[in-house]
């Protein structure tokens, strides 16, 4: 049985398995997309991050926190929000669903590829408070971007290692 231990936004329990205790976190599961344009340049947003106390550059994302919502109903809200793209179901491609922070939370990630116009997206219709920035970036931006460590998100770099391997 877990016993609630805080109650906010993040919430954390006492687990007791085979005679260890254990602290979980339960949170939202999330969806995030790789969206390419028609000259295969990759959208980032630039956001600021308080855990880590710097602006990073990501993947667009966001939580499962409407009830009842599906995954790809979430994503393209997300994109909406994040981003200013009207995306419809038939654009998102699902890739992948893991767990990011497997050794204390079951909170699943699902990863959409998403292919659109370049003309589509514009930086200065995002509604977003927390994104600061969208730009698209080459492939070989965003390859120097993840080995130089100047991206530091795991779902980000998953994203790279995903294209990557369709090279």
């Known amino acids: 049985m877990d016993k609630l231990i805080y109650d906010g936004w993040l919430k954390l ?13 339960k949170n939202h599961d999330a ?7 028609e000259d295969n340049e990759i959208l980032l947003v630039r956001q600021f991050r ?28 997300e994109l909406q929000e994040e981003t200013a793209l009207n995306v419809k179901r038939h654009d998102v491609k699902k890739i992948v669903s893991y767990k990011p922070i497997l050794g204390f939370s079951a909170s699943t990630m699902n990863m959409f590829l998403v292919n659109i116009n370049k003309d589509d997206f514009d930086t200065n219709k995002i509604q977003d408070q927390d994104v ?31 294209l990557k391997s369709l090279k």
């Open 13 to 25: 329990y006492k687990r007791e398995v085979k005679d260890r205790e254990y602290e979980i976190v």
């Open 31 to 37: 969806v995030s997309a790789i969206v390419l344009n």
């Open 50 to 77: 308080p855990a880590v106390m710097k602006e990073t550059y990501e993947i667009p994302a966001g939580v499962l926190d409407v009830e009842g919502e599906a995954i790809e109903d979430c994503l393209i809200r």
């Open 132 to 162: 600061l920035e969208g730009k698209w970036v080459s492939f070989s931006t965003f390859e120097n971007m993840v080995l130089s460590g100047e991206i530091i998100d795991d779902k980000t770099i998953m994203a790279y290692f995903y």
